[in-house]
């Protein structure tokens, strides 16, 4: 039996007249490619990337019993994400997505990855290091049966799903260029001569992506005003018991860090400049340690303890938010249609999410045809999937950029930003908006992180609604978010020895 109708078990009634008889027969079809009675073989897709959501699409397909093909110029460099933007954060959301698409890889990417979801995470005062809002991310995926959120190597993230995808679909230094779109096929042009028929194909080839170009012509990346440093440092932080991850706020500029395992801290920092910057040759560390002079203990400890060579720097783009998402048998995927900056972390989880319903919605036209006896629709199937996006995706993107500008905009004390009498913040004045703001971000951030970390979860068809018992929130997580005196007690008890 093949193994695409072994991991897709369908269970069966003796009875001929059973509707569930047309399912056992499509499940031969999906083992043969054909039916004697004319019903369609399983439509081709063609995939242009094989990045993260390129290859999540593949398995999603492989594992419906699609026939799927992933092109990508240079898997051995995997587009050179893994080495440039290192961890990625993945959260419940797209952990649930990857369960109903395969279970045993999304328990090797849980079990790859280090749990930031059962601790503390929240916005901070960057020059005092106090706390504005804190976050839980643990409740809301725990009352929705969801994983608790991780962050992974990118590198390991994608060698796990190429992996499970297989060497046999993922064709290297293979770059789409330009395709054909006839109505009854679509073909993929690659830029060393060669060409490939399928039925339908997906743009996965992130924000710079040549099919969205040849979809829709030129457009440029819109820059985000901000250029971004990061690095990882070998750095066990006081509170790594109690906090995952935190954002340090300030004027013009913000930093990030968040632990990522093996005894290893992930920082980012975000200044607002102009693009196309270049420091001096081994000046990225002290530029960054004037930048962020003044701020509190914990951004500048973080800073010191990363040596020059692992610090990076790149400007921070996105794409202007569309609703149309494809023409014909051609549509996109993650990045090339709703590439995000990075400040909800959602980036990775919506081109995983596109992934899993873009495989739905072809394996129902499948289905469909068969039952019909006709060809599969492989059109509406692609408008469906652009229609169940869209929106989310939409609010996601707008949030993330809002993040950005209210990040960057917070003005913590009176005096910041006022030049001459910059003075004024030695006192410590609270600044009305900070006051303002915080009320704002109490009341609604439960209700925003409860919808983008379970607000898909009715889409994931196949998945069981069930929490991991490994995934446990610290002793005392919602004490801490309360109460922060509570918190530094917590801190003073687990501080490394």
């Not at 240079?74 to 990857?98: F, H, K, T, W």
């Amino acid at each position: 039996m093949s193994s695409n109708v072994l991991h897709n078990p369908i269970h069966l009634l003796t009875t001929r007249t059973h509707p569930q008889f047309l399912l056992k027969k499509l499940g031969r079809i999906r083992a043969a490619g054909k039916s004697s009675s004319g019903a369609a073989a399983p439509p081709r897709v063609l995939v242009a990337g094989g990045g993260i959501g390129g290859l999540v699409l593949a398995l999603a397909a492989k594992r419906k019993g699609l026939d799927v093909v992933v092109f990508e110029k240079d898997m051995s460099a995997v587009r050179g994400e893994g080495q440039y933007r290192g961890p990625i954060q993945i959260q419940s959301n797209a952990l649930a997505a990857l369960e109903a698409i395969d279970m045993d890889v999304a328990e090797e990417v849980i079990a790859a990855g280090c749990i930031t979801g059962n601790r503390l995470n929240g916005l901070v005062d960057g020059l005092s290091g106090s706390w504005y809002v804190k976050f839980d991310t643990f409740t809301p995926a725990a009352e929705r049966g969801l994983p608790v959120t991780r962050v992974i190597s990118r590198m390991t993230l994608q060698q796990i799903l190429a992996r499970a995808v297989g060497s046999d679909i993922i064709l290297n230094e293979s770059n789409v260029v330009d395709f054909e779109d006839n109505g009854q096929k679509v073909i993929a042009k690659l830029d060393n001569g060669k060409c490939y028929e399928g039925d339908v194909l997906v743009g996965a080839d992130g924000i710079r992506s040549k099919v969205r170009t040849n979809l829709f012509g030129p457009t440029e990346a819109e820059y985000s005003g901000y250029t971004c440093y990061t690095g990882i440092a070998d750095f066990i932080p006081a509170d790594i018991a109690t906090v995952g991850y935190r954002v340090f706020l300030g004027s013009k500029q913000y930093f990030v860090s968040s632990d990522v395992g093996g005894g290893k801290m992930q920082w980012y920092a975000f200044h607002k400049e102009s693009p196309g910057g270049v420091d001096i040759p081994y000046g990225k560390k002290e530029r960054l340690l004037k930048l962020f002079e003044g701020w509190c203990d914990n951004v500048i400890e973080l800073l010191t303890a990363t040596d020059e060579e692992a610090i990076l720097r790149r400007d921070i783009y996105d794409r202007n938010p569309t609703f149309t998402w494809g023409k014909g048998r051609v549509t996109l995927l993650g990045d090339s249609v709703h590439a995000m900056q990075p400040n909800l972390g959602q980036g990775g989880c919506m081109a995983i999410e596109d992934g899993h319903q873009l495989a739905e919605e072809l394996d129902k036209a499948w289905k469909q045809s068969f039952e019909s006896q006709s060809a599969v629709d492989i059109v509406s199937s692609l408008k469906r999937y652009e229609d169940a996006r869209k929106v989310r995706v939409a609010i996601i993107h707008a949030s993330a950029r809002m993040a950005a500008y209210m990040a960057s905009t917070y003005k913590g004390y009176l005096g910041v930003g006022l030049g001459p009498l910059s003075f004024i913040t030695k006192y410590r004045i609270p600044h009305p908006g900070r006051i303002a703001g915080g009320i704002m971000l109490e009341i609604v951030m439960p209700s925003m992180l409860s919808w983008v970390l379970g607000g898909n979860r009715s889409k994931l068809e196949g998945r069981a609604p069930h929490c991991r018992i490994s995934d446990k929130a610290s002793d005392q997580l919602l004490t801490c978010i309360r109460d922060d005196y509570a918190l530094g007690r917590a801190v003073f008890r687990h501080r490394p020895k």
